[in-house]
C-alpha cells in the first residue's frame, strides 16, 4: 500500500509561481513511476507531467517550459514547480503512483490551485 499526501496549493496571480511536493510512504518510492494530474471543474482529469523511477519525464503540451517535475528518493517525494502560471492552470492537483506510466495505480487526496486575478 502506498500512501500520497499533496501539499503546496493556493491562490495564486497569473504570472505567478507555486511549487507542489507530493509525500509518499509504503512501498518503495524509487522503483515507481510518479505523475502529477489536475481536474477542472466541468472537465476530465488530465496528467500533466511524470516522472519515471529513472528520472525520464513527461509534459502535457498545455504546461511544457512552465512546468518542472522532479523527484527526490531519499525523501521520497515528488515535485511540481508551476511557472508563468495562467487562469487555465486552475484546478485541483492531484499525485499519482504506479509501476510505469500510464499505470497509476495510487492517488493522493488533491490540492487546489486556484488563480487569483
Known amino acids: 500500500q502506498v500512501q500520497l499526501v499533496e501539499s503546496g496549493g493556493g491562490l495564486v496571480q497569473a504570472g505567478g509561481s507555486l511549487r507542489l511536493s507530493c509525500a509518499a510512504s509504503g512501498r518503495p518510492f524509487s522503483t515507481y513511476a510518479m505523475g502529477w494530474f489536475r481536474q477542472a471543474p466541468g472537465k476530465e482529469r488530465e496528467l500533466v507531467a511524470a516522472?519515471?523511477?529513472?528520472?525520464?519525464?513527461y509534459y502535457a503540451d498545455s504546461v511544457k517550459g512552465r512546468f518542472t517535475i522532479s523527484r527526490d528518493n531519499a525523501k521520497k517525494t515528488v515535485y511540481l514547480q508551476m511557472n508563468s502560471l495562467k487562469p487555465e492552470d486552475t484546478a485541483v492537483y492531484y499525485c499519482?503512483?504506479?509501476?510505469?506510466?500510464?499505470?497509476?495505480?495510487?492517488w493522493g487526496q488533491g490540492t487546489q490551485v486556484t488563480d487569483s486575478s
Open positions: 516522472i519515471s523511477s529513472g528520472g525520464s519525464t
Open positions: 499519482a503512483s504506479g509501476s510505469s506510466y500510464g499505470a497509476y495505480e495510487y
